[in-house]
Each structure stands twice: as C-alpha cells, then as structure tokens.
C-alpha cells in the first residue's frame, strides 16, 4: 500500500557526510513510523534510526547517536537521514520502511512491525 524508494547513497570517505532520502507515496495510519535500518552482507538487518510521523519524536541506536540524524518534510512526504562523521563500520546496504510504531529498547531501535520496505541504497565508507 506504501511504496518506498530510497536514495543518496554512495562512496564516502571515513569522516564525511552522507545524506539519505527515503520518499513515499501512499499512507497508512496505522504505520506511523519511520525507519532506517542497515544490512551488511552476512548480517542480520539492524534497526538505525525511527522517526514517529504523529508527534516528530526521534530514536536512534546509540551506535549512530550524535552522528545521524532523522527528520522529514510533510510537503513532499520525504524522511531523511543525515550521516556525519561516518566511519568504516557504516558501511552497509540502508533501508527505510514504515513501522508500526518506534521502539527502541537498550541500545538499539527495533521493529514494532514493518509495513513496507524501501529497495535499500548502499553506503560504502573507505578506509
């Protein structure tokens, strides 16, 4: 019922600053947040940041925290991801979906329950 695309990413040497652009079309009420999480090859798909769509609260995983930051324009229905300081172990495939709330427990921001998935944009951070 959402669908997703992602985009921005690309090769970025360590220190540097990405920004991540996930827009949406369609809507879902009962979906209202957003995530960004990331994948590296071999791995489990980790929770990176949410974005609660109803009252603009953020969480992040502290791995990112004071790094990243997620926001979002209503008029072009875009949420972003801000990635300064970047280093090496950022390196991942990113994605944004929709979720059915942000939760984030301990260190890290996991899925409520996802709705849709974006396609994924890559990151690579050089060494």
């Known amino acids: 019922q959402v669908h997703l695309v992602e985009s921005g990413g690309g090769l970025v040497q360590p220190g540097g600053s990405l920004r991540l652009t996930c827009r949406a079309s369609g809507f879902n009420s009962d979906y209202y947040g957003i995530g960004w999480f990331r994948q590296v090859s071999g791995s489990e798909r980790v929770g990176v940041s949410c974005i609660n769509s109803r009252d603009n609260s953020t969480y992040y995983s502290d791995i990112v925290q004071g790094r990243f930051t997620i926001s979002k324009d209503d008029a072009t229905n875009t949420v972003y991801l801000q990635m300064n300081n970047l280093k090496p172990e950022d390196t991942a495939a990113y994605y944004c979906?929709?979720?059915?709330?942000?939760?984030?427990?301990?260190?890290?921001?996991?899925?409520?329950?996802?709705?849709?998935w974006g396609q994924g944009t890559q990151v690579t951070v050089s060494s």
């Open positions: 979906a929709t979720d059915r709330g942000c939760w984030k427990s301990g260190s890290w921001y996991y899925p409520t329950q996802i709705g849709s």
